[in-house]
């Protein structure tokens, strides 16, 4: 199993950018697909993109042109580039690892970060 630190979190404006990162540890990384999920409170937990040991990525479209996804197989670490963020953005972020399904449905990965929230004031 894989284990998942995630860390960038914290409060930004409207219109603002963040980083989060994910680093790995337990498993050969660069063999992983990787994934980003986000829950507000009263709502299910939302996909937002994987990147794929290929590099390729998916977005929800929610997030498509605003975020992206990146990975850095020399340090096992995982990143979300968050740009032009809105109030709508405000959750916990996790970071996911190994999904055995659609990338789409959270209950398809097989490990999770302990999350770290983003908050934007609007």
């Known amino acids: 199993q894989v284990r998942l630190v995630e860390s960038g979190g914290g409060l930004v404006q409207a219109g603002g950018s963040l980083r989060l990162s994910c680093d790995t540890s337990?498993?050969?990384?660069?063999?992983?697909?990787m994934g980003w999920f986000r829950q507000a409170p009263g709502k299910n937990r939302e996909f937002v993109g994987s990147i794929r040991s290929d590099g390729s990525t998916l977005y929800s479209d929610s997030v498509r042109g605003r975020f992206t996804v990146s990975r850095d197989n020399a340090k096992n670490t995982v990143s979300l580039q968050m740009n032009s963020l809105a109030a709508k953005d405000t959750a916990v972020y996790y970071c996911?690892?190994?999904?055995?399904?659609?990338?789409?449905?959270?209950?398809?990965?097989?490990?999770w970060g302990q999350g770290t929230q983003v908050t934007v004031s609007s």
């Open positions: 337990g498993r050969t990384f660069n063999s992983i697909t």
């Open positions: 996911a690892a190994e999904p055995f399904g659609m990338h789409i449905y959270a209950r398809n990965w097989r490990s």
